[in-house]
């Protein structure tokens, strides 16, 4: 399977100066050719992208940059000729995007945010080194997998340079120790598993969530307000928004890590990891959890990492030969007892699960990874043991159309009463 590889790169003054210099062509170009787009939609005339598909239309357009914005600008011709072609390509893909309603329609690139470009040709891997197009050996920060890839992308980062492309990797053979589990995600706490594990990383204990963006909010606010203060583009500016850059960096690694390592430690432990449908945007609708949820930084949404755990797993779960079971999004699993089937409403305020027919106490988010495990033998048991798809790996989604009381879930409970038994939680029984 196609895995990313993305790594840091230790670049000297020369290369830095060459890598400069094709981020600003790349963001040149990009620039000029939403200046024609946008022209003409102003002018209610037809896009550059209205009669062909994919690269059509990013050729016709690198054929108009040639003919007349080289020539006037020789720069041009210092760089490869990949980094103008491949902006022109995804300024297609944006406005693709804006056309069919998934995004807004495409702005104007600025210097320093997000700059990269695009290389093809003959690239070579050698240990912690890398060669491509114009630029020569380049020396990484870790050992790159071998292999010989076609393309990559340099981009800078609050002041780091790095590099990425893709290679063939092949599927891990991993011995399962576990055989299916529940993970709930949730603010509190980074995720909860049915068998009782609560994962926290880098957190005061196994009961707060990491939350590194409000572990580092005070610094944060000094280091903007040291920005504010300073004079537009005086030097001690440029390094005041490079300071601050840098804790943004640090706080969206951290996050990223906490995700990696838990995604990986499931997909490797159990043969079925099931999860939720979250939908992240219905939840910032509730104003008792957007705070929690997403925090705006540099006019964008940070969240918890939602999407970033369902999107690990699914590809991890490929890897190591695991299987991702997607829950139906109206599945009430923080609703149910775990034991009984009971229904009840309960509020965000309490994290203890306390059913009113059996009288069992439970955690609010194991009672509802175990839930998960009991929607998924009932389901699939009542669709047959292929019901939910290959267990060698791979991402399943199943409706919940099961009723809560039938007997296969019934069975289940059974099975989550003898697992509620192993991992020694409080059951109080009235």
């Known amino acids: ?221 000094r280091l903007q307000r040291r920005v504010s203060r300073k004079q537009k583009g005086s030097a001690n500016r440029k390094k005041a928004v490079m300071q601050l850059a840098r804790a943004h960096r640090r706080v969206a690694d951290i996050r990223l890590d906490n995700l990696h390592k838990l995604t990986s430690y499931l997909a490797k432990k159990y043969r079925v990891v099931v999860i939720e449908d979250l939908q992240v945007q219905n939840l910032l609708k509730n104003y008792r959890l957007a705070g929690s949820l997403a925090v705006r930084v540099s006019g964008t949404e940070s969240f918890c990492g939602f999407y970033e755990f369902r999107r690990q797993l699914e590809y991890k779960a490929q890897l190591y030969g695991c299987q991702l079971v997607v829950a139906d999004k109206f599945y009430p699993s923080s609703q149910l007892c775990s034991r009984c089937g009971h229904r009840q409403k309960i509020p965000l305020r309490q994290r203890v699960f306390r059913c009113e027919r059996c009288g069992l106490e439970l955690d609010r988010d194991l009672n509802a990874a175990l839930n998960l495990v009991q929607w998924y033998l009932a389901t699939c048991s009542s669709r047959g043991s292929d019901a939910c798809g290959d267990p060698s790996g791979g991402v399943v989604g199943v409706n919940s159309a099961t009723s809560h009381g039938s007997q296969k879930q019934e069975e289940s409970r059974d099975a989550t009463n003898t697992a509620l038994s192993q991992i020694g939680v409080f059951v109080s029984v009235s």
Not at 6 to 18: C, D, G, M, P, S
Not at 19 to 35: F, I, Q, T
Not at 68 to 81: F, G, H, L, Q, R
């Open 1 to 221: 399977m196609l895995l990313g590889f993305k790594t840091q790169l230790a670049l000297n003054n020369k290369q830095r100066t060459l890598a400069a210099r094709h981020a600003g062509v790349a963001r040149h170009a990009y620039n000029w050719g939403l200046a024609i787009c946008k022209q003409a939609v102003e002018a209610k005339q037809k896009l550059p992208t209205a009669k062909v598909l994919r690269t059509a239309a990013a050729n016709d357009l690198h054929k108009r940059l040639v003919a007349e914005v080289k020539k006037a600008n020789p720069w041009y011709y210092e760089v490869s000729k990949c980094a103008p072609q491949q902006a022109l390509r995804n300024l297609e893909q944006a406005l693709k995007r804006w056309r069919s309603g998934q995004g807004r329609f495409p702005r104007f690139k600025r210097k320093g945010v997000r700059d990269s470009f695009y290389l093809e040709g003959s690239i070579r891997i050698s240990g912690n080194r890398i060669k491509v197009p114009i630029l020569g050996w380049l020396r990484c920060a870790e050992i790159l997998p071998t292999a010989t890839p076609k393309n990559v992308v340099i981009s800078l980062r609050a002041g780091r340079w790095y590099i990425s492309f893709k290679y063939e990797a092949p599927l891990l053979q991993v011995e399962k120790t576990g055989d299916v589990v529940g993970v709930d995600l949730g603010v509190n706490r980074l995720a909860t598993c049915s068998s009782g594990e609560m994962f926290a990383l880098r957190a005061a204990s196994a009961n707060d969530n990491p939350k590194p963006y409000r572990k580092a909010q005070k610094r944060l606010v």
